[in-house]
């Protein structure tokens, strides 16, 4: 089978290694700062431009940003993308 077209080259190559690597850096950053705001306890974060010390705005404030590191993770580990031939 002959190599993939330039074009699914280059799309494989953007996204599973420059958006994987963004979401990875960008979420696990989010995640920190969220982390320092979960522990202290007169932490708050920002809801609607509003700061919050709820715990559950907290909590979210690590996870949802945790999530998005693991899926880019999980995306940087994807094989490359390649389609199938149209009959």
């Known amino acids: 089978m002959d190599a993939p ?4 080259r280059f799309f494989n190559f953007m996204v599973r290694r420059v958006v994987a ?3 990875v850096v ?3 950053l989010i995640a920190l700062s969220g982390i320092l705001a979960l522990i202290d306890p007169t932490g708050t974060v920002l809801v609607y431009g509003v700061p919050q010390a709820d715990l559950l705005y907290r ?3 690590v996870l949802l940003p945790g999530v998005i590191a693991i ?3 999980l995306l940087y580990r994807a094989p490359p993308f390649e389609p199938r ?3």
């Open 71 to 73: 899926l880019g993770v």
């Open 21 to 23: 690597v963004g979401f």
């Open 5 to 8: 077209p330039l074009y699914w």
């Open 26 to 28: 960008v979420g696990s």
């Open 59 to 61: 909590i979210f404030g």
């Open 85 to 87: 031939e149209r009959p």
